[in-house]
């Protein structure tokens, strides 16, 4: 046995020295291949535990180095590697949640700034992955083109925030207005330019690589800025509908954390090994409770749930308004069972809770799928995080991952189920019609209006 394993070993040594000499004669794209390749052959075959390991042909991502503080460091020296990423964590987590209120207590123009910075930086992060994998290629303005399609992307998305919801102040500025009107046909053309540019970029060894890398940045740019641009549209429409998602989402990672620490005992699932069962069970009730809890407290202010508009008169931002039944507290009836324990028949609740618990179900129960989604990417690249930007949690888009899936269903269920016409908007619009326009639509309602009976006829008046 052993002289013909000798001889089989000799046979592969010998198929080795072929696939070296037709290797050597392709460019470095095709030897990586052949090498990949002739791995694959030893696995199969039989070699050593150590040369039959899969080669998913992904170079490593440099492992970025760990930035804990050195206070903290040094605090924590005495204890285990566990308890001590918990502390970590919980430190930051805390400085964390006090500059989320910072920034909730300087209004809503400095939160879409916010968005706007963590947007970009996330988006660095994930691009940086791909050009810290493929660096080696040279790839021609690889970086510089991804950075232009997100200008060109976030001109686009906030051109039309902008001209959608500051329609007066966009309407009363030449420049502005001029903007506004071709803003689409400026946005195809920027697009369009960086699309050329690409095409002279195209380099004939690095063809396949190079469009694969132009799909990366436009994946990147789908999952980021349109989901930003989503988290923006919900912040005006009042305060509230952006801080109860993005809470409920905080919320269910830290207690999920907590449960699992503590109780974890069932494995969630194979793509994030230290989630737990116990974990995910133990943050939806924690989820629901906290957001009924939260939705309470911010619906009786007319700050959080009012929608940001701009006020003409007085030239600025205004969150004030008449709260809408949304906002109102109402009485429903307890069930039976309920009226039983309790001895209440009814309960006064704002309708907003209602929708909370569908928020925070949401965030509990499918959120955490977009750090699953996650996990799987960074296990693909063989990395840990996506940036080490805060001690303990990773990346920027490490917090952001289920963020982002959050604030698309807020914008869908917003759009489904609480949005209603808006007086407003379509009086701005009518402002801008011609004179001879503005005259056929008043005359259409009016016509509209008699047929109704909610205005007499011109008979009547007569008479």
């Known amino acids: 046995m052993a002289k013909q394993n000798h001889i089989l070993r000799g046979l592969f040594l010998a198929r080795f020295q072929v696939e070296l000499q037709y290797a050597t004669r392709r460019n470095g794209t095709e030897t990586k291949k052949s090498v990949i390749k002739l791995k694959y052959c030893f696995a199969k075959d039989g070699m050593s535990d150590t ?7 992904v170079p490593e991502v440099p492992v970025p180095a760990d930035d804990t503080p050195e206070v903290l460091n040094k605090a924590l020296s005495g204890l285990s590697s566990r308890w001590k990423n918990w502390w970590v964590r919980g430190i930051l987590t805390l400085a964390m949640i006090s500059f989320f209120f910072l920034i909730i207590y300087l209004g809503p123009i400095v939160l879409m700034m916010i968005v706007l910075i963590v947007q970009i930086k996330c988006f660095q992060e994930i691009i940086t992955i791909g050009y810290s994998v493929y660096h ?3 790839l021609p303005w690889f970086r510089t083109l991804s950075w232009y399609f997100l200008l060109c992307v976030n001109y686009f998305f906030y051109g039309e925030t902008v001209t959608d919801y500051f329609f007066t102040l966009v309407q009363r500025e030449e420049p502005l207005r001029i903007l506004s009107k071709y803003h689409r046909f400026i946005s195809f053309a920027l697009y369009l330019t960086g699309f050329c540019m690409f095409v002279l970029s195209l380099v004939k060894k690095h063809y396949r690589l190079q469009f694969y890398m132009f799909g990366w940045t436009h994946v990147t740019l789908l999952i980021v800025v349109t989901q930003s641009h989503l988290i923006i549209h919900n912040l005006f429409e009042g305060m509230i509908w952006f801080i109860v998602p993005i809470s409920s989402v905080i919320c269910n990672d830290i207690m999920a954390y907590m449960f699992g620490f503590f109780f974890g005992r069932t494995p969630l699932i194979k793509l994030s090994p230290k989630k737990t069962w116990e974990g995910f069970i133990g943050g939806l009730f924690a989820t629901i ?3 009924a809890l939260l939705a309470y407290v911010m619906a009786g202010y007319r700050y959080f749930v009012c929608p940001v508009e701009f006020n003409n008169d007085l030239n600025s931002f205004q969150v004030d308004c008449e709260p809408s039944e949304l906002f109102q507290l109402q009485d429903y009836a307890l069930p039976s069972v309920l009226q039983s324990l309790t001895g209440w028949s009814t309960v006064k609740l704002y309708p907003f809770q209602i929708h ?3 928020l925070s179900s ?3 129960i499918v959120g955490p799928f977009g ?3 996650a996990s799987g990417f960074k296990r693909a690249f063989k990395i840990k995080d996506f940036a080490n930007t805060i001690p303990g949690h990773g ?7 289920c963020q982002y899936l959050m604030a698309t269903f807020v914008n869908v269920y917003i759009a489904s189920f609480i949005r209603g016409p808006n007086p407003t908007k379509v009086i701005q619009q009518l402002m801008a019609l011609r004179t001879d326009q503005q005259l056929h639509i008043f005359n259409a309602l009016k016509v509209h209006l008699i047929e109704k009976g909610l205005l007499p006829a011109l008979e009547e008046i007569i008479a």
Do not use: L, N, Q
């Open 51 to 57: 040369e039959s390991k899969p080669d998913t042909g």
């Open 136 to 138: 080696s290629y040279h």
């Open 289 to 291: 409770v906290f957001c």
């Open 356 to 358: 909370s618990i569908a």
């Open 362 to 364: 949401f965030a509990s």
């Open 371 to 373: 750090g699953f989604f």
């Open 395 to 401: 990346g920027i888009m490490d917090r952001f991952d």
